[in-house]
């Protein structure tokens, strides 16, 4: 569904990714490790044309999208949600997800409706300014308002971050149940506990660099890989 093949990814004239190869098929959710700096953002930014690589190749569901502008990629069916959780603090979380609606897409339609019952601490605080949510509700909107962009593949980045355990647990149930509702997903995190709970594949990037990539039960048993890339 996804193919990222060798790309090179500069922020000015600072080189971050250096010839990053990926894949994720059609109902996965494939996990992006690594610390924090190692360019799992620029990854994301890579695909999804915030900052697009000036070499390589970023092909979904067939179309080549290499530098195709942001809201192109999200038309395509592509939901983004950012580590910074950009939501528009002074407006209501209900008009969050109004402003954020976009028809179509092949899987079942996200309404504002199916997203209260998904989430349904928003629904309470429907009327109440995003501004004024926890971390933990800020991050239901910001995955909520990409969901009503009514996606197939979802980038998420590094979404349990800053969360409370209880609140990264309820998390990683959704994120599941994102995958039953239909939805392909690429998981950039930190926590390896929530990645190897949640994904079928993983790929361990440092220094802009892919350093492994295998099923999840290959990167539980490979502890010297883990150990060299991930601790801190």
């Not at 959704?174 to 690429?186: F, M, P, R």
């Amino acid at each position: 569904m996804l193919e990222v093949k060798d790309i090179h990814t500069y922020y000015g004239l600072s080189h971050i990714l250096f010839g990053v190869s990926l894949t994720v098929s059609r109902g996965e959710i494939v996990c992006l490790l690594g610390r924090n700096g190692a360019g799992k953002s620029t990854i994301m930014r890579s695909i999804m044309g915030l900052t697009p690589p000036r070499q390589g190749s970023v092909v979904f569901s067939g179309e080549n999208i290499t530098g195709k502008k942001p809201h192109h990629v999200a038309r395509l069916g592509i939901g983004f949600v950012p580590d910074d959780r950009r939501v528009f603090a002074d407006l209501t979380v209900g008009e969050n997800l109004e402003i954020s609606e976009r028809k179509g897409g092949k899987l079942e339609p996200w309404s504002i409706e199916r997203l209260y019952d998904f989430f349904p601490p928003l629904r309470r605080l429907d009327s109440r300014k995003a501004g004024l949510l926890s971390g933990g509700e800020q991050q239901m909107l910001t995955i909520a308002r990409a969901l009503m962009t009514n996606p197939e593949f979802l980038l998420l980045d590094e979404p349990t971050e800053g969360l409370a355990p209880l609140i990264v647990s309820m998390m990683e149930d959704q994120i599941l149940a994102l995958k039953e509702a239909g939805l392909t997903v690429l998981l950039a995190e930190q926590n390896q506990r929530t990645a190897l709970r949640l994904s079928d594949r993983g790929y361990i990037i440092d220094n802009g660099v892919i350093r492994f990539h295998g099923s999840i039960e290959e990167l539980r048993a490979n502890e010297d890989i883990r150990r060299k890339y991930l601790l801190v």
